[in-house]
């Protein structure tokens, strides 16, 4: 499956990410809260993925979700 290039991580290294950007009390306000819904969207998510083709043609991805956090917080919050 050729996709655009991304990171692939899991909730637990997402969270890492938050904490080291935004400290403990921005983890203090995640909820667990499960939803069906929800799960049933992102189990149909791939998991690894090729993005060679991708890569061939320019684009390109943030190497880890610490990068995706922090271009969050310049791009979407205003630094």
Do not use: K, N
Not at 10 to 35: H, N
Not at 68 to 78: H, K, M, N, P, S
């Amino acid at each position: 499956m050729e996709q655009r290039p991304g990171v692939a991580v899991t909730v637990a290294e997402q969270i890492d990410a938050l904490r080291r950007a935004a400290g403990d009390g921005a983890v203090a306000l995640i909820r667990r809260e499960p939803d069906e819904t929800v799960a049933r969207i992102v189990a149909g998510w791939p998991q690894r993925f090729d993005a060679r083709r991708a890569l061939e043609l320019g684009f390109r991805a943030e190497s880890s979700f610490d990068e995706i956090v922090r271009a969050y917080l310049e791009d979407d919050l205003g630094g």
